[in-house]
């Protein structure tokens, strides 16, 4: 293996002669970040010096299975591969940021047009599973969207939970809703959409035309109203709503699902960062059971 891969790759197949200039680049607490200049234009590199390529392998998948429905910007992904010295690196197309998140309409517009262009044959699920920040996150196919998410994404939510805090409270209640939530699904179509599955203000942004950018993915084949499981910190407004459901109509019962996929990240969330954020998810929970009477 090379000693420096990265700088290997762009002076060859990134079609570079020379590198000009490194910059570090903040923001992200999992990985490094830098912008590499060249006399080819500029690149974006992040790396991993604890983790394997498979994690990075997973957001270059997901990147260019949206990069590929043509609808919505996102970093258009090159290479990945491991690093010498251990841990990985990922290199992509640098985009160039403008001064503000971008449109809102417009963002819901892309978003929406991404959704209905990437369709799975598959069923739901990824071809690889991927990580939701450092979570593993299972993607493994599935025809029956209920039970995907019931096993997948809160199963595995909560089994964490009772693991890593011995919180069977939780758990149990959890697992109680899981097993009765078919009733919120009932009347409605439900097609494989590719998902960003990540989709919080620090994930979106927009170019130096305005134009809205997605980046840093946890992407999946799942139901479209799933996207919006991160809303509580992604500042969605009015204006983002009507522009999507122009695109892809509101469901029957969209209201009284929505907090059944906000609970997804609010479990994810008291997995990654602790007992904060355990009311949000217990709450959520509490309601559906008394909802749903069980």
Known sequence: MSDDPISDWILSEG????ITRTSPIGGGCINNARRYDTDAGSFFVKTNRGIGPSMFEGEALGLGAMYETRT?????????????????YIIMEFIEFGASRGNQSVLGR???EMHKAGKSEKGFGFDVDNTIGSTPQINT???DWIE????HRLGYQLKLALDQYGDSTIYQKGKR???NMAPLFQNIVIEPCLLHGDLWSGN??????????????ACYYGHNEAEFGMSWCAGFGGSFYNAYFEVMPKQPGFEKRREIYLLYHYLNHYNLFGSSYRSSAM???DDYLLMLGV
């Open 148 to 151: 995907f998410y019931g096993k």
């Open 72 to 88: 919505i910007s996102v970093p258009r992904p090159f290479k990945v591969g491991p690093l010498p010295t251990g841990g990985s």
């Open 141 to 143: 196919w599935t025809s």
């Open 204 to 217: 979106i942004s927009s170019d130096k035309n305005g134009e809205p950018v997605i980046l840093d993915p």
């Open 15 to 18: 079609n570079a002669t020379r």
């Open 110 to 112: 892309k978003l929406a």
């Open 177 to 179: 809703l899981v097993k």
């Open 283 to 285: 709450s959520i929970i």
